[in-house]
Nanobody
Framework: QVQLVESGGGFVQPGGSLRLSCAASGSIFSINAMGWYRQAPGKQREMVATTVIRGSTTNYADSVKGRFTISRDNAKNTVYLQMNSLKPEDTAVYYC????????????????WGQGTQVTVSS
């Protein structure tokens, strides 16, 4: 089992930036990718960005391309989500996930989720 702890959420005005962090521990050897998801009130949880742990493959939801960047520090077992040019529609609880990625780059989320961190974008 992989344990995930997110941090870095908060309140920001439109156009602002936030950086989320996700620290992983436990059976990290069992995963080869990690991702960020979000869930807004009344909506389904959706993928935001994913990255392989070794390599350079990343994927982004169309709604965040060009604004969000996923990165990782393998020495710290930590994945980051840099969010720039934030919009009110980015308001959601953001969750970190541990999973797997196949050779095509498709991401398969495991049932390993962090507790979530709230991001609110409002003027």
């Amino acid at each position: 089992q992989v344990q995930l702890v997110e941090s870095g959420g908060g309140f920001v005005q439109p156009g602002g930036s936030l950086r989320l962090s996700c620290a992983a521990s436990g059976s990290i050897f069992s995963i080869n990718a990690m991702g960020w998801y979000r869930q807004a009130p009344g909506k389904q949880r959706e993928m935001v960005a994913t990255t392989v742990i070794r390599g350079s493959t990343t994927n982004y939801a169309d709604s965040v391309k060009g604004r969000f960047t996923i990165s990782r520090d393998n020495a710290k077992n930590t994945v980051y989500l840099q969010m720039n040019s934030l919009k009110p529609e980015d308001t959601a609880v953001y969750y970190c996930n541990a999973g797997a990625s196949d050779k095509s780059g498709r991401y398969y989320p495991f049932n390993s989720w962090g507790q979530g961190t709230q991001v609110t974008v409002s003027s």
